[in-house]
């Protein structure tokens, strides 16, 4: 499944991850340390990985699986997607507000590093 699948749900993963810890310490006066410690748990965990696979499109999983089994899958015309920022642009953004200091560069390595 090295098809991107994996690659674009860790993409989403952090993107939703960075939200998660943007909305709770922009609205409350936690530290970015007391939200991990305190008020980061198993049931938000599985929550942000429900939205990430949900963020998965029909168009990369039907592309993966054209790699693997071209017979199995249907030939589908796409629309051009709009531009927009990507998710390492939004990763990117998010870390920003937070007042980190974080590129595009360092999201694609902590993809990569999250074998």
């Known amino acids: ?13 952090t993107k939703h991850l960075f939200q ?5 310490t922009a609205t409350t006066n936690l530290t970015h340390r007391e939200f991990w410690k305190d008020h980061f748990n198993i049931a938000i965990y599985l929550k942000i990985i429900n ?8 168009r990369t999983l039907t592309s993966a699986w054209k790699k693997l089994w071209p017979e199995a899958v249907a030939e589908r015309i796409y629309e051009e997607l709009e531009p927009g920022m990507s998710v390492e642009e939004e990763i990117v ?4 507000s937070m007042g980190l200091e974080v590129e ?3 999201v694609s390595e ?3 590093e999250h074998t």
């Open 1 to 13: 499944m090295d098809q991107q699948v994996i690659s674009n749900f860790k993409k989403l993963y």
């Open 20 to 24: 998660r810890c943007f909305e709770v």
């Open 51 to 58: 939205q990430a696979w949900l963020g998965v499109t029909t």
């Open 93 to 96: 953004s998010l870390g920003k």
């Open 104 to 106: 595009e560069r360092d």
């Open 110 to 112: 902590l993809v990569e």
